[in-house]
């Protein structure tokens, strides 16, 4: 066992026998920063849900909606031109030079290829939708296979807007972490539910109202069971389409939650595993959302059907390390977005099947033995990773993911930014061109980080003032034309903006108020739920028994799973 210390953020952190063995035979140096440390740098290279601008096509000039910023100096192509024999990721093929480190090199390519728009793939309607496939009528959506949803991460679901992190779901509003729902609004960390409202930790439950950890239950408010008649009487009072009444009683079941313990962790079926959301895995050391994954560690977030990985973010893998992927990688290591591959070492966008590839960009047809998209023979290839590899350990780069400061996105549009949010006041800008930035985190390092100031702000003011019932829309239709038209200013951030018409129509169906804050206010307050990966060492209040948990207040109590699932409300 090792005790090191993290540079950026002066924390101490472990590194254990079996660590060492892993590191040993993937045949990598062991890390010098903390598992949360490696997470951010390596979620700082993906765009937030949140983050979508418009530019022009730098090959077709067509007006493309996509996550880069206009003025951000790369060239984007139209996902179609991209792909097509137009263009060849390969021309862009450069001889390594042993005068300068790996990273300045790698970094002029990764932004020198071009990089496609991106768009929910094989999908009808979504051009505001620029994560995930095969989704139909979808708006600033992350998932697969969604119908009609907005707002929303979700895969396999429909009628949702407003959630995150939602699967198997039908008709669904500002719920977090849940599956199997039908027409349920305000839940988090519940499955199997129908027909509720406002609930925590609850499974099974139908017609509840404001409930906490309940199973198999029918007509609850605040989890005391009630006739049918008396609970409609109750439901009908509070839930009346009226934006105070519903801020009123998002008040009252924040406080009736207050009563109840966290329960440890939100792990289901798993065996040895310290981490959150994950199920049905095995082995598994500090991994967040996942399932069927087994003798994996620091996979944070996402870790679904991987074994053997370290840091690594991706789906059905295997022995692979330090990456942010998409799926069927095979002894992959310090890749971003890359799939159905083996051996590539830092490889940015990959999206064909390919083998031994080593710093490429933006390789779309199955390839093998490049380096810095150069094609070689297989035996110059393997001399020539050695050598590199070597100057890479000189340099003090091997072992390493790609800096922050390389990635594409500003820090605040990055992934990074949903799980441990930086302040702009936080950022101190050192360069010219205002591109690059850095946050003192507390260790002996700054973190680099790329940076944008943001463009000087129109200040709107709103012109419009919301009914607070939406029942006042129901059956205006020039209402709602005015409300479609008007720009509405967000309560929390300042920002302007609008109100969809199926958004409209979502809410006069479902008898929801139209939201007084803009979803880049939102969507911060649902991941602040869920994207969480920072364990502390507790007590079980109930039983004493140890336990890691990612619930730092002393707000309310923390449970062990096992004292927390005996509760009998
Ligand atoms: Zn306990």
């Not at 035996?379 to 800096?403: H, Q, T, V």
Request: proline letters at 3%; charged letters at 25%; a neutral charge.
């Amino acid at each position: 066992m090792t005790i090191k210390k993290c540079p950026i953020s002066g924390k101490e952190f472990v590194i254990s026998e079996d660590e060492h063995k892993f590191y040993k035979n993937i045949e990598v140096p062991t890390p010098t920063l903390s598992p949360l440390e490696r997470a951010r740098r390596r979620m700082s290279f993906g765009p937030l849900i949140t983050t979508m601008y418009r530019r022009k096509c730098d090959a077709t000039g067509k007006d493309l909606v996509t996550y880069y910023r206009p003025n951000t100096p790369i060239k984007v192509f139209d996902r179609n031109y991209w792909y097509s024999d137009n263009f060849d990721p390969k021309i862009y093929g450069r001889e390594y030079d042993f005068s300068r480190s790996f990273f300045e090199q790698f970094g002029d390519l990764l932004w020198a290829v071009p990089k496609y728009q991106g768009l929910s793939i094989d999908s009808e309607n979504c051009e505001y939708a620029l994560l995930g496939r095969n989704n139909k009528n979808c708006y600033l959506v992350c998932g697969s296979n969604n119908e009609n949803i907005m707002y929303t991460s979700a895969s396999n679901s429909h009628e949702i807007v407003d959630c995150l992190t939602v699967y198997r779901s039908q008709i669904c509003y500002e719920c977090v972490n849940c599956v199997n729902l039908y027409n349920v609004k305000f839940a988090v960390h519940s499955y199997d539910c129908s027909n509720c409202l406002f609930l925590y930790e609850c499974n099974h439950c139908q017609d509840c109202l404001m409930c906490v950890g309940l199973h198999n239950k029918q007509y609850c408010f605040q989890n005391k069971q009630l006739t049918k008649e008396e609970y409609e009487q109750i439901k009908n009072q509070y839930y009346t389409g009226s934006y105070q009444k519903l801020e009123a009683m998002k008040k009252e079941f924040q406080s009736f939650l207050k009563k109840f313990p966290w329960r440890a962790d939100h792990n289901m079926k798993c065996e040895n595993v310290l981490g959150d959301f994950m199920i049905d895995s095995s082995d598994c050391w500090m991994c967040i959302q996942g399932a069927k994954s087994k003798n994996c560690h620091y996979c944070i977030p996402f870790c679904n059907e991987q074994i053997n990985c370290y840091d690594n973010s991706a789906a059905r893998s295997e022995n692979c390390y330090e990456s942010t992927s998409r799926s069927n990688l095979y002894n992959c290591k310090f890749c971003h977005e890359v799939k159905e591959s083996s051996n590539l070492e830092y490889c940015y966008e990959i999206v064909a099947s390919s083998h031994d590839l080593f710093g490429c960009v933006g390789i779309k047809t199955n390839s093998e033995y490049m380096i810095l998209n150069k094609q070689y023979a297989k035996d110059e290839y393997l001399a020539l990773r050695e050598k590199i590899i070597a100057s890479m350990i000189k340099f003090g780069e091997w072992g390493e993911f790609f800096p922050s400061y390389l990635s594409l996105f500003p820090y605040q549009d990055s992934h990074a930014q949903e799980m441990f949010p930086i302040d702009n006041s936080q950022i101190k800008v050192d360069d010219k061109n205002n591109l690059l930035g850095w946050v003192d985190l507390g260790g002996e390092k700054k973190l680099s980080i790329r940076h944008q100031a943001e463009d000087t702000k129109t200040i709107w003011e709103q012109n419009y003032v919301v009914e607070d019932d939406i029942k006042n829309y129901r059956d205006d239709t020039k209402k709602q034309q005015e409300l479609l038209q008007a720009t509405l200013i967000c309560q929390k951030t300042g920002r302007a903006y609008r109100i969809q018409s199926a958004e409209l129509y979502f809410y006069i169906k479902n008898d929801l108020p139209i939201p007084r804050e803009s979803f880049y206010a939102r969507h911060p307050r649902r991941a602040d739920e869920l994207m969480k990966a920072d364990f502390v060492d507790k007590k079980c209040a109930k039983c004493q028994k140890q336990i890691k948990t990612i619930y730092k207040s002393e707000e309310r109590e923390v449970w062990c799973n096992d004292c927390y699932d005996q509760l009998n409300y």
